[in-house]
């Protein structure tokens, strides 16, 4: 059974930071695109961030530079690195799985993040 559990969200003023984690059980980060979505309120989910099996790493414009996604294949982990904060940041963040060589995809339950001063 895979899972995928996040972790790290929390309040935080602006211009501040919060690390995000996710960690993977029933399947290996290494094997995956691994991914950050968000979800702010009144507005569609967006992809955040993403790592593929290769290592490549994307950002959406709005997150670039702020951002850093990283995986740790010793705890089969993903990691987002969130700096200098801004408000519209505040949204719930999923962590997600897709399987390159197929439709098989998973979600985390999400954590919230609050960017407020």
């Known amino acids: 059974q895979v899972q995928l559990v996040e972790s790290g969200g929390g309040l935080v003023q602006p211009g501040g930071s919060l690390r995000l984690s996710c960690v993977a059980s029933g399947l290996n980060v290494a094997r995956y695109n691994m991914n950050w979505y968000r979800r702010a309120p009144g507005k569609q989910r967006e992809l955040v961030s993403g790592?593929?099996?290769?290592?490549?790493?994307s950002y959406a414009d709005s997150v670039k530079i702020r951002f850093t996604i990283s995986r740790d294949t010793t705890k089969n982990t993903v990691t987002l690195q969130m700096n200098s904060l801004k408000t519209e940041d505040t949204a719930v963040y999923y962590c997600?799985?897709?399987?390159?060589?197929?439709?098989?995809?998973?979600w985390g339950q999400g954590t919230q993040v609050t960017v407020s001063s």
């Open positions: 790592i593929t099996d290769h290592g490549y790493a």
């Open positions: 997600h799985a897709r399987n390159p060589f197929n439709s098989d995809e998973y």
